[in-house]
């Protein structure tokens, strides 16, 4: 038995395009939609299990990438969005009638600041980056998608498809967060780097 991880990658990866250069994102309204331009490809583009990263209908995972917010432009609708949940770091902007999210913004002082969280499935454009990792797996788990027990098949069905697992973001991200933070706190003075 397999996971309906997510659909754009039930199937396997499909590669990216180095000089794909952004497309247009729209919401599933029928009329009306919500469409958002981005002007580049996305980066750190993964899986993500966490609760607040919106899912398509039956999917366990979302695939979520960020795009540098001077790339992105709201182009019709814009009176559809709301922002789900304001307390939130990522304030993500989800159209109101079919409830899918077009983008996530940081407005406060993060190591992400300047980046949007954006949905590449919402494009029909082809050569958007593929998904580079799995993240925050075992969040799958609180919000019941699936057992605790099935924990670990998931993972490996995440592995066969090429995407390393983490329950956190990648080391990486993780890594740059933790700069940051040391960096304002004072723990890592700037002459150190
Ligand atoms: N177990 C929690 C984890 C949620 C979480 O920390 N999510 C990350 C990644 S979202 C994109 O990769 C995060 O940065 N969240 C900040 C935010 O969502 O505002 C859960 O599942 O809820
Ligand atoms: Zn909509
Ligand atoms: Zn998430």
Request: hydrophobic share 35%.
């Given at each position: 038995?397999?996971?309906?991880l997510?659909p754009?990658?039930?199937?396997?990866?499909?590669?990216?395009?180095?000089?794909?250069?952004?497309?247009?994102?729209?919401?599933?309204?029928?009329?009306?939609?919500?469409?958002?331009?981005?002007?580049?490809?996305?980066?750190h583009?993964?899986?993500c299990?966490?609760?607040?990263?919106?899912?398509?209908?039956?999917?366990?995972?979302?695939?979520?990438?960020v795009?540098?917010?001077?790339?992105l432009?709201?182009?019709?609708?814009a009176?559809?969005?709301?922002?789900?949940?304001?307390?939130?770091?990522?304030?993500?902007?989800?159209?109101?009638?079919?409830?899918?999210?077009?983008?996530?913004?940081?407005?406060?002082?993060h190591?992400f600041?300047?980046?949007?969280?954006?949905?590449?499935?919402?494009?029909?454009?082809?050569g958007?980056?593929?998904?580079?990792?799995a993240a925050?797996v075992?969040?799958v788990?609180?919000?019941?998608?699936i057992?605790?027990?099935?924990?670990?098949?998931?993972?490996?069905?995440?592995?066969?498809?090429g995407?390393?697992?983490?329950?956190?973001?990648?080391?990486?991200?993780?890594?740059?967060?933790?700069?940051?933070?040391?960096?304002?706190?004072?723990?890592?003075?700037?002459?150190?780097?």
């Open positions: 038995m397999s996971f309906n997510h754009l990658i039930n199937n396997g990866l499909k590669k990216g395009t180095d000089s794909f250069s952004g497309g247009s994102l729209h919401c599933h309204c029928k009329s009306s939609p919500v469409t958002v331009s981005l002007s580049s490809n996305v980066a583009n993964h899986a299990g966490c609760s607040k990263c919106w899912k398509p209908s039956g999917a366990i995972f979302s695939i979520v990438g795009v540098p917010r001077s790339s432009s709201v182009t019709s609708n009176n559809k969005l709301h922002i789900v949940d304001e307390k939130a770091v990522i304030q993500r902007h989800a159209c109101k009638d079919c409830g899918v999210h077009m983008f996530g913004r940081i407005e406060t002082e190591a600041y300047g980046l949007d969280f954006v949905h590449v499935e919402l494009s029909d454009q082809k958007w980056q593929e998904p580079q990792f925050f075992s969040s788990i609180e919000q019941g998608l057992a605790p027990e099935q924990a670990d098949k998931v993972r490996s069905q995440l592995k066969g498809l995407l390393e697992t983490y329950d956190a973001l990648s080391p990486g991200l993780m890594d740059a967060i933790a700069t940051f933070v040391a960096k304002k706190n004072g723990a890592l003075r700037e002459s150190k780097l």
